[in-house]
C-alpha cells in the first residue's frame, strides 16, 4: 500500500514538476516573486513614521522569503533584486538612496543579495533564514521599504524525485533496489527514432 503511494506521488513530481536550468547565470535566473514571496520588516521602530522622528541617514531592512508554491525551491539558488525605492509621493528614489554592501548588481544595475541556506532547497510553505539590507539616505528622504523581487530555480523532477527516494530509503520505507527501480520507472524516455527523414 504504502509503496503503491510512494510511486503516485513519484510519477505525479515526474509529470508535474517544472524544469530547472543548467547552471544559469544571476541574470538568468526566473523571477519567482509570486510564488516565493519576499517578507519585509524595519530591523528596528519604523523610523520614518510618526511625530518624533521625520527622517534617518541609514534604515535598515529584514528580509525573509516565504515557499508559497508548494514545491521545493534550489536553496543556493535564490537572490533577493532591490527593485526600486519610493519616496512617500511616490516618486522612484533608487538614484537617490544607496543599497550597502550587495552580493552583487545584475546586468540591469539592480543590486541583489543571496539568500543563506543551511539546507539544499526551501521546501513547500517554509521561510528562508533572514537577509539585512541596509538603504543609505544621504538626502534624509522618507520613504516606503524597497521593492523587492525573488529569483531562483523550483527544483526539476527528476531531482525531487531523487531527494524523495534517497529520503524514503534513509527512514527504511524502501530497499535501495527499490528505490532504483522507482528512479528507472519515473525518468524520461528517450525519444524512438524515426526511419521517415
Known amino acids: 500500500m504504502v509503496k503503491g503511494i510512494v510511486f503516485v506521488l513519484l510519477l505525479q513530481i515526474s509529470v508535474g514538476g ?30 520614518l513614521s510618526g511625530s518624533q522622528l521625520t527622517s534617518v541617514s541609514e534604515v535598515e531592512f529584514i528580509v525573509t522569503v516565504k515557499n508559497k508554491t508548494g514545491d521545493p525551491v534550489v536553496a543556493d539558488s ?19 538612496v544607496e543599497i550597502q554592501s550587495p552580493d552583487g548588481v545584475l546586468a540591469n544595475g539592480k543590486p541583489f543579495f543571496r539568500i543563506p541556506n543551511s539546507a539544499q532547497e526551501l521546501g513547500p510553505y517554509s ?9 543609505k539616505n544621504p538626502d534624509y ?11 531562483g530555480l523550483r527544483r526539476s ?31 524520461p524516455t528517450a525519444p524512438v527514432p524515426s526511419d521517415t527523414p
Not at 19 to 41: F, K, M, S
Not at 127 to 135: A, D, F, G, L, Q
Open 78 to 96: 535564490l537572490i533577493l533584486v532591490v527593485d526600486t525605492v519610493r519616496e512617500i509621493t511616490g516618486a522612484d528614489i533608487s538614484n537617490r
Open 18 to 47: 517544472t524544469l530547472a536550468w543548467a547552471n544559469p547565470t544571476v541574470d538568468e535566473l526566473p523571477d519567482v516573486t509570486e510564488g516565493v514571496v519576499p517578507i519585509i520588516q524595519y530591523k528596528h521602530a519604523q523610523p
Open 141 to 151: 528622504l522618507r520613504f516606503y521599504p524597497p521593492n523587492i523581487r525573488v529569483r
Open 157 to 187: 523532477p527528476g531531482e525531487a524525485v531523487k531527494g524523495l527516494l534517497e529520503s524514503l530509503v534513509q527512514k527504511g520505507v524502501l530497499a535501495p533496489e527499490e528505490a532504483a527501480n522507482a528512479m528507472k520507472l519515473t525518468a
Open 127 to 135: 521561510e528562508s533564514e533572514p537577509v539585512t539590507i541596509r538603504v
